[in-house]
């Protein structure tokens, strides 16, 4: 079944409301068409319902982001559907998604604000989100001025701190006082047990399996995957700079 055909039980009992629900009730029809009677299935409204939300996040995101720069690159429209991986009996839904986020007139401010709100508790997910548009915005071959300026201003929107920013960015942003200890969210005075300890716990937090445990979508497991690559980049270069083995 199609992703869209499967988040049928989020669209018929769970309401994101909202700028995201109004957003999401642009396919709201082929959900409950699609919609299954199985008890399994609401059993998994929930997690269904999170996978709508950080879904329809990032489009709407990333749609506000392609007119940061004053257009709408095709490119980036097709990088969005490469994060994802858009099945060819979705591209229309998830085009027409794009579309109405572009020129809706609420500000890109009021989206990241209620992902933050849903997504309070795990920052991990946030970070998620932040360094698919970071991607994104990088489809180009190039990260403008106006799109680091927008990935900064969600980065503020939901609470992550400069470690965090810094993950999520992962490759896609670099920035001059780029440092791999502050990546790892540690001092550089940090003792050598005391990094290995924070790089295992960066790399359990961000491993591709979490991503599915808090309910994100496959498609999010390829987020993980970039940013763990971040980290790990990160804790290669502490351990050469201090010939750890």
Known sequence: MAFWGKLGGAAGGFMLGGPLGAIAGV???HLLVDRETDPAVAEAEDRDARSLAFTIGVIALSAKMAKSDGVVAPVEVEAFRKVFEIKPDDLAEVQEVFDRATYDVAGFESYAKQLHDLFEGEPATLEDVLHSLAHIAAADGAIHEA???YLMQ???I???DRASVRRAFG????????DP???LGAEPS???DELKRRHRALVAENHPDRALARGLPPEAIRVATSKLAAINAA???IRAERALT
């Open 190 to 192: 940090a003792s050598d």
């Open 171 to 178: 490759r896609y942003v670099r920035l001059p006082e780029d």
């Open 181 to 183: 200890y502050e990546i």
């Open 27 to 29: 396919i709201a029809g």
């Open 235 to 237: 804790w290669d270069a």
């Open 147 to 149: 799109e680091v300026n």
């Open 158 to 160: 939901f609470s992550l």
């Open 154 to 156: 969600v980065a503020e």
